[in-house]
């Protein structure tokens, strides 16, 4: 696997460039011609965002187990870290982690994760489609606002890049995506290649032909986009992603999450210029049969708690050069429902992973959840605005500082979670 | 809603399998116009009108239509499809043959393909399930299981079956029908007005949305388009105005808004106990909202002029958009659930009955409802035009009037079809003289579209090609070109969306942009490349054509030769020459290659990663088995013998070529 590292350290640019058989790839010579040149291979940082659809149990994830209104609530839910009622790691004395979450644990203790409690959005919406829209555009009032914020995120980094800089793990591009600069939606990355199904003699021979003709065609997009992916189909190695190894010791669950986080992974070892990924986990909606330490909540929790684990330690030394954001549209109910399950909610809770998070920490403004506190009289209010969260996130990983672009119509402060 | 008149549409004369036997050239009748295409004067031949107009009017020419149409005239061609009244019996009868959802009211479809949710829910009111029985399901397949059986004693679809049957018409339509330009401005006017499957809420309504508010307006008056889409359920849940009320109202009584208050909150507590739990935290946010005077939804206020009509540009400010939701609360649509919340309004509204409604202010028009008691009676105030206090439906019908002629409107709504038919960024001169028919013909897209084409620079040779299909127009031009035989259309879905265009599913309300730039992106290309290799050498499964019979069953002399042919079938009045100069050495190449890919048609074509590449795929399990037992099946090509010939790689070349990205 090609080591972008190296090349830098001994400045060989060009020894790079000889690597994609000949010649300057089109986005580098593209990007010195722009007046907003930064090195393309300059080391730089990767935010990686999971969007945990269908709106998180925030409170079963971390529970305000001292509550005695909270327990009184949720009577065939409740955990605490007792042994006998389902042993959550204790983070504070006032909010416990579900044992599910065992992967992730130790993250917390060594300050490198942190939590936010009573996250969300404004807009009151229960609506998941309605919610996620809005969090994903950054905009909880307006539907018309045709970008996502981490698409205004990557033009805010003003700097051109490789085709790989913003990935989406997702069959089709999330709405977090949408909007001008180039992101990528692919959810496997060995589809990134000409490809003959059982015919792997002509493919190559087709691509040679689509290559040139490509390269002869009168169409500026599609003569500098054809370009750009065959290069990058050189750049990405596809025998070093079939002979990808992880780092000793890890094991991906073999869910969809674990599988896109693995391939997250693989992007960043092999330095082809990420800076933004996107992934999905689903199945949160726990209208029923939820379960306390086992059962479907559990599992879930399990797989995504494990994936990310797993993830986190492949990275190895590539650690302090990302940082991953978990987010959910909203939270459920505080009450336990008929069915053994909860409903649409309000503020739930997020994960913040990396070297420079101020992690240890439960960020919160979760009062009482007696019945006059909550919202709607229901719901766990909303005391964290999520763009307080993000912004925070990216202006200081990213070093993106117009929060006013990224989030337009937000004139709140960036919640102090990051070491600066 | 209206089954009757699609029907009689249905029934209309014959479909041509083989366009080159054309219907007559019609002779000028009423409601025709006289058009002048001022092609010549730009440049180009008649040939090459033909083909630029095909490219642009149409999902692209089929074998020997570009022929026809020279033949028959372009002008007698254009009117044809300006009067989109041409007979589509084999594509109505036996394409569309067993889509029973095509010619269902909405009040059928909900009740019939339903949400899991709604299964369980329905199943309760039924007594087909216990109210505590879904607690014994252990996980989620169980689950699953438990509404399946559910369904089929109940009678209900899954939400999902009606989905394939709204993508796959659309893919016939597309491929298959004769109006081509209704299907190609269908897709536009949707798009515009865009709603989405993502969203639950509207997810039921989408096919009869394309159906009753799209389709039939879309070569009629803005106005009327912007009308039927303002009122259809669809709209009105996406963009949340069905719930958009005032709460300052004085006509609902006080005393029966409390009653209503308390018959909502017990039918909560009802729904609690019977574990309908998503209708039950609905009906929890609707009492909520009731209670806290928070009725005004501004979403579609603010759409409807920001997306719809004037542009962000327009000239309105964000009070215009707060006064224009006053005038739209109580647009909402007519309870049609046969159970849940709804069924218990609609049994209000019931008993109530039409004449006292209509006293009280009411209007139902088929699924459309406007309620006097959710309505704001004050004065309002839009573009500078005053509603005096006291008005109710017809202020809504004044807005709509109001902002269908806007010049803002005209001049976003003509730069927007400039865009879609001429180029990425289209000429001021051009847009100009679009919007002043707009404006003279009161919004008449007819005589903006015969506009745009009576202008040079609709021919300009350079612009000739200049735009890039979107994924859709691609595959369906790939279709349409070589005449293939579509058996499975949700093929076409998956790969579209493997390409970056998952119709019906794009969430904003803004639509899919409309530029290369949005379209054209490293892994789309790719895939691009990709579907050109695979729908060539027949690897979609349910997607068949014969490359044999597309040259009159003549065997090409040589590989050259067949260069040549399906060179110009692919890529009619394009410049030849150099496309086989540098296909050539290319084909060469191929042809050092055929042994190996003989050698590879022995090996099973692998259908896994094709046909199941989306969450949704509706094609059931027997399906799947049937269609890959029917693909398997020896392939009776008299020329191409295997899947991997020459030939078909020489065509999966092209159609992957850049050239054939571009219309």
């Known amino acids: ?420 | 809603m209206q089954p009757l008149r699609f029907i009689k549409v249905f029934s209309l004369g014959a479909f041509l399998t083989i366009v080159t036997a054309f219907t007559p050239a019609p002779q000028p009748s009423a409601g025709m116009f006289k058009l002048h295409l001022p092609y010549a004067k730009a440049g180009l031949t008649r040939q090459q009108a033909a083909a630029h107009l095909l490219n642009r009017f149409s999902f692209g020419a089929t074998p020997g239509e570009l022929d026809a149409v020279v033949s028959m005239g372009l002008e007698n061609w254009l009117q044809q499809q300006l009067q989109a009244s041409l007979p589509d019996e084999e594509l109505n009868t036996r394409l569309l043959n067993g889509y029973d959802a095509l010619a269902m009211s909405n009040a059928q479809i909900v009740n019939t393909y339903v949400r899991p949710d709604q299964a369980l829910q329905i199943g309760v009111a039924k007594g087909l399930i216990r109210r505590d029985s879904i607690r014994v399901a252990a996980n989620t397949a169980e689950y699953r299981m438990m509404i399946r059986n559910l369904m089929d004693s109940a009678n209900l679809k899954p939400v999902n079956e009606l989905h394939r049957q709204l993508i796959n018409q659309k893919v016939l339509r597309a491929a298959y029908s004769n109006n081509q330009l209704q299907e190609v401005l269908t897709d536009f006017w949707f798009n515009h007005f865009n709603v989405s499957l993502t969203k639950n809420q509207s997810q039921q309504y989408v096919l009869t949305y394309e159906r009753d508010a799209i389709r039939p307006n879309v070569l009629g008056h803005f106005s009327s388009l912007l009308e039927a889409t303002a009122k259809h359920p669809a709209m009105l849940e996406y963009l949340d105005n069905a719930s958009s009320v005032s709460n300052d109202n004085n006509v609902a009584n006080p005393r029966l808004k409390a009653q209503l208050q308390k018959r909502l909150e017990k039918r909560a507590d009802q729904l609690m106990e019977e574990g309908n739990a998503a209708q039950q935290a609905r009906l929890m946010k609707q009492i909520a909202g009731q209670k806290k005077n928070e009725g005004l939804n501004e979403n579609y206020a603010r759409e409807i002029m920001e997306l719809h009509t004037m542009g962000v540009d327009g000239g309105y400010t964000q009070k215009d958009v707060t006064e224009v939701a006053r005038v739209l609360t109580g647009w909402t649509l007519y309870p049609n659930s046969e159970y849940g919340a709804g069924s218990a309004q609609r049994k209000i509204l019931e008993r109530v009955g039409l004449n006292t409604l209509q006293q009280r202010g009411f209007v139902v028009q088929g699924d459309f409802l406007y309620r006097a008691d959710k309505h704001d009676q004050g004065e309002k105030n839009i573009l500078g035009h005053v509603f005096p206090a006291g008005g109710g439906y017809e202020e809504g019908m004044r807005v709509i009037e109001l902002l269908s002629t806007h010049p803002a409107t005209a001049a976003f709504i003509c730069k927007k079809l400039a865009t879609r038919f001429v180029s990425d960024t289209p000429s001021v001169d051009l847009v100009k003289k679009m919007t002043a028919v707009f404006l003279k013909s009161k919004g008449d897209i007819k005589q903006v579209l015969i506009a745009m084409v009576e202008q040079v620079d609709f021919w300009k040779p350079a612009l000739v090609h200049d735009k890039v299909k979107s994924p859709f127009e691609l595959v369906i031009s790939a279709i349409r070109s070589t005449h293939a035989d579509v058996q499975d259309p949700f093929q076409v879905f998956n790969w579209c969306a493997r390409m970056g265009q998952r119709f019906y599913y794009y969430q904003a309300p803004t639509g899919f942009p409309d530029n290369a730039a949005f379209w054209i992106n490293t892994g789309s290309l790719l895939n691009r490349m990709n579907f050109g290799l695979a729908f060539a050498t027949q690897k979609i499964p349910g997607i068949r054509m014969n490359w044999a019979q597309l040259n009159n069953n003549h065997e090409p002399e040589s590989v050259e030769q067949a260069l040549t042919v399906f060179s110009d079938i692919l890529l009619p009045e394009r410049n030849q020459e150099q496309n086989i100069k540098r296909l050539l050495p290319l084909v060469k190449d191929v042809r050092i290659g055929a042994k190996i890919a003989a050698a590879a048609d022995n090996a099973p074509l692998q259908m896994k990663e094709e046909t199941g590449m989306t969450e949704d795929r509706p094609m059931k399990k027997q399906e799947r088995k049937a269609l890959a037992k029917n693909t398997k099946q020896p392939l009776q090509m008299p020329y191409t013998a295997g899947v991997n010939s020459p030939i078909a790689q020489v065509a999966g070349i092209i159609i992957g070529s850049p050239e054939f990205q571009r219309k």
């Open chain 1, 1 to 420: 696997m090609t080591n972008r590292r190296a090349f830098m350290k001994s400045g060989a640019m060009a020894l790079f460039a000889t690597g994609l058989g000949g010649g300057l790839p089109a986005f580098v010579a593209r990007a010195a011609q722009s007046q907003k040149y930064i090195q393309p291979y300059k080391k730089g940082k990767v935010l990686v965002c999971i969007f945990q659809r269908g709106a998180m149990d925030g409170l079963m994830a971390v529970s305000p187990y001292t509550d005695p209104a909270f327990k009184a609530a949720r009577p065939g839910l409740y955990m605490s870290p007792a042994a006998t009622e389902g042993k959550l790691f204790d983070l504070d004395g006032r909010f416990g982690l579900h044992p599910a979450l065992d992967g992730l644990y130790p993250y917390f203790s060594e300050k490198r994760m942190a939590i936010v409690h009573g996250v969300g959005s404004p807009n009151n919406t229960r609506s998941h489609f309605d919610a996620q829209d809005y969090m994903e555009s950054g905009t909880p009032f307006s539907k018309s606002t045709s970008s996502g914020w981490l698409n205004r995120a990557i033009g805010l980094m003003g700097h051109d890049a490789t085709p790989f800089r913003a990935v989406s793990m997702t069959n089709a591009l999330p709405r977090s995506f949408y909007g001008q600069e180039e992101s990528l939606a692919i959810s496997n990355l060995q589809d990134f290649a000409i490809q003959m199904r059982g015919n792997p003699m002509a493919a190559g021979l087709a691509a040679k032909s689509f290559e040139e003709l490509y390269d002869q065609t009168s169409s500026s997009i599609l003569n500098r986009t054809g370009k750009e992916s065959f290069e990058a189909i050189k750049m990405l190695n596809l025998n070093s992603i079939r002979n990808y190894k992880a780092a000793d010791g890890v094991v991906y669950p073999a869910s969809p999450l674990g599988n896109a986080l693995k391939q997250i992974a693989i992007l960043v070892k092999m330095n082809v210029g990420l800076e933004l990924a996107f992934a999905e986990s689903g199945g949160w909606d726990t209208h029923f049969n939820q379960g306390t330490a086992n059962g479907a909540f559990a599992r879930n929790l399990k797989d995504f708690g494990d994936s990310i684990a797993a993830f986190w330690k492949d990275l190895g030394t590539y650690q302090d050069d990302v940082t991953l954001m978990t987010m959910t549209e909203f939270g459920r109910t505080v009450k336990q429902n008929g069915t053994g399950g909860t409903d649409h909610g309000r503020g739930s809770c997020l994960f913040v992973l990396g070297n420079d998070v101020q992690g240890g920490a439960v960020y919160n403004k979760v009062s009482s959840l007696t019945k006059e506190e909550l919202e709607d009289g229901r719901d766990l209010p909303v005391t964290t605005d999520f763009r307080s969260v993000f912004s925070s996130v990216a202006g200081t990983h990213l070093m993106i500082n117009n929060n006013r672009e990224l989030f337009p119509g937000w004139d709140g402060t960036p919640l102090p979670l990051m070491k600066v």
